[in-house]
């Protein structure tokens, strides 16, 4: 999928996406000249595994963000 369709999936806005997730090294993505590509199971798996953490050091993104 394209970026547009992944904003889509996520229920996301592009730029949340670059915010927290794009420039993650572990984020599933191929970059195709100025084009990003997504496999959906791959990102379908990653935002388990993303949550799961998340959720597992108190629910809230941000603060989780700061302790990495």
């Known amino acids: ?3 547009k369709q992944l ?3 996520l229920n996301m806005s592009w730029n949340s996406i670059c915010t927290h997730l794009l420039y993650e090294e572990e984020f599933p993505k191929i970059r195709l000249g100025s084009k990003w590509l997504f496999n959906k199971k791959d990102v ?3 935002m388990q595994k993303y949550y799961d953490e998340v959720k597992n050091n108190g ?3 941000l603060k989780y963000k700061k302790k990495g």
């Open 59 to 61: 629910g809230d993104i």
């Open 1 to 3: 999928m394209n970026s």
């Open 7 to 9: 904003a889509s999936y």
């Open 44 to 46: 379908q798996l990653y």
